[in-house]
Nanobody, 118 residues
Framework: QVQLVESGGGLVQPGGSLRLSCTASGSIFAINAMGWYRQAPGKQRELVATITRRSERTNYAESVKGRFTISADSAKNTVYLQMDSLKPEDTAVYFC???WGVGQVDYWGQGTQVTVSS
């Protein structure tokens, strides 16, 4: 199993920046990829960005391309999401995800609130 702990959410003005962190523990050797998803009130959870285990590939939602950057520090077992040029529509609870093992089991963090408002 994998445990995920997120941090870094908060309130920011439009145009501002935030960096989210997600630290994994447990059976991390079997993680295939990690990523960030978000869920706004009344909406379905959606993919924001993903990164493969050795950071070979990244993938972004069209709505965040050019503004968000996902990265990983394998020594710290941590994945980051740098969010720049934030917009009010980025307001959501952001969840860290780990895709694990041959069966591609999904593990989730507890979520961190990001609010973009003036």
């Amino acid at each position: 199993q994998v445990q995920l702990v997120e941090s870094g959410g908060g309130l920011v003005q439009p145009g501002g920046s935030l960096r989210l962190s997600c630290t994994a523990s447990g059976s991390i050797f079997a993680i295939n990829a990690m990523g960030w998803y978000r869920q706004a009130p009344g909406k379905q959870r959606e993919l924001v960005a993903t990164i493969t285990r050795r950071s070979e590939r990244t993938n972004y939602a069209e709505s965040v391309k050019g503004r968000f950057t996902i990265s990983a520090d394998s020594a710290k077992n941590t994945v980051y999401l740098q969010m720049d040029s934030l917009k009010p529509e980025d307001t959501a609870v952001y969840f860290c995800n780990a895709n694990w093992g041959v069966g591609q089991v999904d593990y989730w963090g507890q979520g961190t609130q990001v609010t973009v408002s003036s």
